[in-house]
Structure formats: C-alpha cells, structure tokens
C-alpha cells in the first residue's frame, strides 16, 4: 500500500513505517527475539510500539525497559500507557517541541481513533530543529525566501543573496525616511530643547530590543501551539511591558537627572520610554497573531518589518510627548 502524501512541514511528511511493533499479549522473550530476527528491516530501534488488533496504539516500551523485564511477562504489563503522540497534520515545528520537553527521542503520529500511522525518529526530529532554527533566523533578519536550499547555502551567489535581502532593507529605508521626516517636523522642539537628540537613539535601541524579545517569544509560541490564546497571552505580555516599561523609564529618567540636571528632560525621556516599549511590545506581540489570522507565516512580522514600525512610533511618542510637556511648562 502506498505511502499517504501529507502537505509539506507537518508530521505527516516526515513519518517513516519500518519500526518495532508489537500486539498486546506478546511476551518480553518474543519480543526480543522478534528484534534480533528483524533488526535488519528497520529503519530505526529507539522503542517498542504496542498496538492492539485493530493497530490502535496502547503503549509504549523503551529498548532498554524492555531487556530489563522479566521475559515471561507480557509487553503490556511494562508498557507506558501515557503517551505523547500527534496527527498527522501537526505542525513539524511541534514535533520538535513535544519531543524536547518530554525527552523522549521519536513521536508516534496516531489518525483520529488512534491508529498507529508511523512514528517521526529522532534524527529527523534533529534535522527539523536545524531547519525551524535557521528559518526563523533568516526571517528575523529579513530573509524571507527558501531555507535550507539554494537561496541559504554558503555557495550562494551574491546575485542571490542581494535577491535575498535587499527587497525588505528597502522598506527599512522607506521607514527610516518617515522616522527622518517626523523628526524634521519637530525640529521647533530641537531647538527648545537640543539634548532631546541625544537621546532618540537610547529610545529606538531600548524599544526596538524590547520587541524583538516579544516577537521571539511571540512566534515560537504559536508555532508551538497553533490553538494559543491571544486573548490570555496578550494580557500576560501586557503585565510584562509594564513592569519592563516602568523599570526602564525610571532608570533613564534618574539617570537624565542626575547628568544633565534637567527635570524637564527627565519626565520627557522617562515617559517617552514606557510608552515607547509598552507600544513595542504590542506591536510585536499583535502582527504574529494578525499574520496567522490571514494565514501568512507570523515570523514574518519580525526583523525590518516590525523594526520600522516601532522606530517611527518609539520616534513619534518621544517627540509628541517633549511638544506637550515643554508646552504645558511654558517653555515653548
């Protein structure tokens, strides 16, 4: 019977057949005899799969549980009957999730009344890992075409690579042009006040690093789990910008006081900061939801996309909050 096609990048896609199965009622010695005689046929022996006559999963018993049983008991007796397993359309990516949080080395891929399709080995898991990783790294930084193939190799041609860059760098410098022109508007502002300048660089760098970290944490966590709640991941993500917000405004406007001795300039840069990460953390933690919503990859909400819509906002909050306090102080 041939092999069912599943779409690319999920379980299904990965599973292989040629494992060590074993019916309910067989004894250890059998089992261990049935290994010796067809080791050969194999592709991999991490663990022994229990199935009843219907080939619905059961259990699950370790090589070395199993040489260390009794060998007149029956497999079931020493089976591990909690089991982690997926189905076929899971996400590759969850794979990997499932079988480094509870180490165990392969995942049984069971269809809705449980019957045991294939399993997906350790040195697949392995491999998955390496792709999601360099994906998502390549995404972060901007890359958003093929991985692991001819557009991410070392032996990319620098034709490529440009093909490869370039179209997302350029909306950076359309970005990075807005940011330019804000701040030109404001330059009545400068002039009130000319440290202010000094300090849109501290703002850009501390909201920017603010929400690349909400963003990681943002997209590994719906790749892990596609059913995330964005109602109760956005709260906690809410609390969290607070608290790193209000840490953060207070260092820096305690530090603007006490050098530059300027109080005026410590509550501007101060609030300026915690609005600034505030609005970085929920445009990080937002667009991943917004990109899964219309079914585009959320990962692509990171790197220079993401970037230029904090910097123009971290620049917009910093110069609309200095117009209304040196306002409201009467100083310009």
Not at 109 to 124: A, M, Q, S, W, Y
Not at 265 to 277: A, D, P, T
Request: proline content about 4%.
């Amino acid at each position: 019977m041939p092999k069912k096609r599943y779409p690319p990048n999920t379980a299904g896609s990965r599973i292989i057949t040629a494992f060590p199965q074993v019916r309910i009622g067989e004894k250890i010695r059998d089992v261990e005899k049935m290994l010796l005689d067809k080791a050969n046929e194999f592709d991999i022996i991490d663990y022994v799969y229990v199935v009843d006559d219907n080939s619905v999963l059961k259990g699950v018993v370790s090589i070395r549980e199993l040489y260390a049983s009794n060998k007149e008991a029956n497999v079931e007796e020493i089976m591990k009957k909690e089991l982690v397993v997926a189905r076929p359309l899971t996400h590759q990516e969850r794979i990997v999730y499932l079988a480094l949080s509870n180490k165990i080395k392969a995942i049984p891929i069971i269809d809705r009344e449980k019957h045991l399709l294939g399993i997906v080995p350790h040195n697949t898991i392995l491999q998955i890992f390496n792709e999601e990783v360099r994906e998502d790294v390549f995404k972060f930084g901007g890359i958003f075409h093929k991985v692991g193939k001819e557009y991410t190799t070392i032996k990319s041609s620098a034709v490529t690579m440009i093909k490869t860059r370039l179209p997302w760098l350029i909306i950076g410098v359309l970005g990075g042009t807005i940011t330019a022109s804000i701040i030109s508007s404001f330059e009545h502002v400068l002039n009130t006040l000319l440290a202010l300048a000094a300090f849109a660089p501290v703002l850009a760098y501390l909201s920017d690093a603010v929400g690349t970290q909400s963003e990681t944490l943002t997209v590994r966590s719906i790749a892990l789990d596609p059913l995330l709640s964005l109602k109760s991941y956005f709260v906690r993500e809410f609390v969290v910008a607070l608290s790193l917000a209000l840490a953060c405004g207070l260092l820096l406007s305690t530090i603007v006081l006490l050098g530059w001795q300027n109080s005026t300039l410590g509550l501007i840069v101060g609030l300026s900061m915690f609005f600034s990460i505030i609005s970085a953390v929920i445009i990080s933690t937002g667009f991943p939801f917004l990109f899964k919503k219309v079914n585009l990859d959320p990962a692509i909400a990171s790197g220079p996309f993401a970037t230029m819509i904090s910097d123009v906002t971290t620049v917009t909050i910093y110069f609309g909050i200095a117009s209304l306090l040196l306002a409201l102080f009467g100083l310009m």
